[in-house]
Structures are given as C-alpha cells and as structure tokens.
Nanobody, 126 residues
C-alpha cells in the first residue's frame, strides 16, 4: 500500500503562483508514474500532468506553459509548480500513483492510477 499526502494548497490571487507537494511513502515499484489531477466543484476529475520514474513528463493542454510537474526521487516527493494562475484553476488537487509507465494525459488516465491522496484545495481569487 502506498500512502500519498498532498500539501501546499490555499488561496492565491489570480496571476500568482503556488507549489503543491505530494509526499509518497516508500514503495518497491521499479516502473511507475505519478500524476496530478484536479476536480472543480460540479465537474469531473481531470488529469493535469503526469511523470514517469524516468522523468518523462506530459501536461494537459489547459496548463501547458503554466504548470510544471517534477519529482525528487531521493525524498519520494512529487511537485506541481503552478504559475499565472487563473480563477478556472480553482479545484481540489490530487496526486496519484500508477504501477504503469504513463505518458498521456487523457480522460482514461484516472483509471490507470492505483493509489490516491486525499487532495489539497487551491482557490484562485479574482
């Protein structure tokens, strides 16, 4: 069982920046991917970005150029750097881990994840 704990959410003015973190418990998967997802009120959960254990990243078109996913393998920590934030970025943000190598952010990505954190709320103030 892998435990995932997100942190770093909060209120921020539109145009501002925020960095989310996700601490993962130790695991023994040799090939895996981690991703960030978000769910806005009344909307379905959607993929934001994914990174595999080799460091290959993919970002959703809606955040490309503004958000950056990264990981620190030494500390098992996943990050999401968010810049130029917009009110429509307001959502609960979740991190997740998959036992597969994933390189596409599409609606099917949710079903490929095996473990989920409980989320951290990001509110963009206009």
């Amino acid at each position: 069982q892998v435990q995932l704990v997100e942190s770093g959410g909060g209120p921020v003015q539109a145009g501002g920046s925020l960095r989310l973190s996700c601490a993962a418990s130790k695991h023994s998967y040799s090939a895996f991917s981690m991703g960030w997802f978000r769910q806005a009120p009344g909307k379905e959960r959607e993929g934001v970005a994914v990174i595999d254990n080799y460091g290959k990243t993919t970002h959703a078109n809606s955040v490309k150029g503004r958000f950056t996913i990264s990981q620190d393998s030494a500390t098992n920590t996943l990050y999401l750097e968010m810049n130029s934030l917009k009110p429509e970025d307001t959502a609960m943000y979740y991190c997740a881990l998959s036992r597969r190598l994933l390189t596409v952010v599409d609606p099917e990505l949710l079903f490929a994840m095996d473990y989920w954190g409980k989320g951290t709320l990001v509110t963009i103030l206009s």
